[in-house]
């Protein structure tokens, strides 16, 4: 690398079209390159740490489509709006097992996290193409394949350096960290400058460039997913925003265990929809709701019919045993809730109600307190098996692959003797005698070989396979390098199947659909 490669990117950066966001504790800044080519970073803005950076590339045909004027790539970070999501008109999902490939970097190190790999650390294999300037990761088992570049050791041209790699696994997510050079480090610290030079403006100044909004839609669809995501276990509120008519009333309606409450907002003037737990939910979580969507709401309260005001501790189900006034800034809405249980119901508000009475049963059970301290033990207990096996699992590693080694010796052993074997029978039959002579001898040959199959189906009860004898030979030798070793492979077993038997416990546990309370 040269001083040219970085020049050329400050340069770049220089030369683009920017706009600066500070918005909820992040930098977002916006480029325009000169093909028309746009990217979007966002840092934090406490600790200047590069969260998200994203490109967009000119559509070919000079126009913008449903099709292509939203169409992100991104080099940091992970989109949230791609997650697994129905198929509205083929009705098909993409399976939420698929692995999930993401960058999240550090402050001292490049972070590349892939979610959904369930193998165990020994089996991934991480090497360095340095030719192509790439990692390749493998599975021992054929399971997962990826070669992938980190962009800005590309943009600099630096060598890949194998003493700066590591990685770990840990909860099914692959970690692969790389050091970062002092020569990225100098460049962050010169862009950190370039950028304390931009003039940052503020969500909802009016001379904030036309073209950041666009931006800054995709950015509140993506925080909603991140606070549904982040509140999937054990959420005491969450809520989703949906754009409506205005209104001048606010609305609430039951749906399975939900309470929707439309409120209009006075700073944006449009309706937004809250999704609330009833039984799980204070006056006060509803009132901060309010506050952080809308800026512009300064004062929230709840009354009831007499006057009185709801405090921000009480339960949020007293709303719905009475009409009710809420009350935002200086404008007032009387609200007429509806009742959680009622008689002479169709079948499915019902069925509504059974939702809301386990709900109630849930929360008054304190069912989710529960969970948090199971899943809390149940960790506990695999990080200390974890800790326990890590020894026995290094030995073991390093046995299985003298085990390989010997096996592979074995196998290349046995095609030179069948080659010889070929040779000796090929002089005997063409060059020495004829083949009516060597006739009987290549059939008794033919015939032990269909013998020894038999004698190993006998003894094995398995067929006399290539893969099967190969699995059989790899183990016995296996066993006898442990026995040399005096390993405890009880313990080792013993400890595997804990910390399998653990780990499908959490799984099931942080299931929505199929809870347990876990082992005892």
């Known amino acids: 690398m040269t001083d040219t490669t970085k020049s050329v990117w400050i340069e770049k950066l220089k030369s683009a079209k920017k706009a600066g966001l500070l918005q909820n504790d992040r930098k977002k800044i916006h480029y325009t390159f000169d093909d028309q080519t746009e990217m979007v970073e966002e ?3 406490k600790t200047n740490l590069l969260l998200i950076r994203k490109w967009r590339q000119k559509s070919n045909s000079g126009l913008k489509t449903l099709a292509t ?15 697994p999501i129905a198929d509205n008109t083929l009705g098909m999902t993409e399976s939420t097992t698929t692995p999930i490939f993401s960058r999240n970097d550090k402050n001292d190190s490049f972070e590349i996290r892939i979610r959904n790999l369930p193998y165990s650390i020994d089996i991934y294999q991480l090497t360095i ?19 992938f570049s980190i962009a800005d050791l590309d943009r600099l041209n630096l060598p890949l350096e194998e003493n700066n790699l590591s990685y770990s696994h840990a909860n099914n997510t692959l970690i692969i960290s790389y050091k970062k050079p002092k020569a990225i480090l100098d460049l962050e610290k ?21 073209y950041i909004v666009d931006v800054i839609y995709r950015q509140k669809k993506t925080m909603l997913f991140q606070r549904i995501l982040l509140t999937k276990y054990n959420p005491s509120t969450y809520f989703k925003f949906i754009r409506l008519v205005a209104t001048s009333s606010v609305q609430i309606e039951l749906k399975d265990g939900l309470a929707n409450i439309t409120v209009p907002l006075p700073s944006r003037g449009e309706s937004c929809v809250f999704q609330l737990k009833p039984f799980n939910t204070t006056v006060g979580d509803f009132i901060d709701i309010l506050q952080k969507e809308d800026r512009g709401i300064d004062r929230a309260s709840i009354y009831l019919s007499d006057g009185s005001r709801l405090s921000r501790n009480s339960p949020f189900d007293l709303i719905f045993e009475e009409p009710f006034t809420l009350r935002i800034n200086e404008i007032s809405y009387n609200v007429q ?12 508000d019902m069925l509504s109600d059974v939702s809301n009475s386990v709900t109630k049963l849930y929360h008054d059970l304190h069912l989710n307190q529960y969970i948090m301290y199971r899943e809390h033990e149940l960790e506990k207990q695999l990080a200390f098996l974890r800790d326990s096996v890590q020894p026995l699992n290094e030995i073991h590693h390093q046995l299985a692959n003298k085990a390989i080694r010997r096996l592979k010796w074995i196998q290349w052993s046995i095609f030179a003797a069948m080659s010889f074997q ?10 020495d005698y004829s083949w009516d002579i060597m006739e009987p001898f290549t059939y008794f040959i033919s015939y032990s070989a269909v013998f020894l ?5 006998i003894l094995r009860r398995n067929d006399m396979k290539y893969m099967n004898m190969s699995d059989y030979f790899y183990l016995k030798i296996l066993h006898r390098l442990l026995q040399k070793k005096n390993f405890d492979l009880i313990r080792y077993n013993a400890l595997k199947d804990e910390i399998m038997m653990i780990e499908h416990d959490l799984q099931r546990l942080k299931d929505p659909l199929d809870r347990i309370i876990g082992t005892s």
């Not at 249980?341 to 079948?347: D, M, P, Q, V, W």
């Open 422 to 431: 070929t040779g000796i029978l090929f002089r005997l039959i063409w060059i």
């Open 43 to 45: 840092y934090d803005a």
């Open 337 to 348: 809730p509806p009742t959680l249980f009622t008689a002479n119901k169709s079948a499915r």
């Open 190 to 210: 010169q862009v950190h400058d370039e950028l304390k030079k931009l003039n940052m403006k503020k969500e909802g100044d009016s001379d904030c460039p036309f």
């Open 453 to 457: 199959g038999y004698c190993y189906y």
């Open 129 to 147: 193409d340095k030719d192509k300037r790439e990692f390749i990761l493998r599975t021992t088992n054929k399971k997962y394949f990826k070669r």
């Open 69 to 83: 004027s939203d169409v992100w790539t991104f080099e940091i970070g992970q989109n949230y709006e791609t997650r």
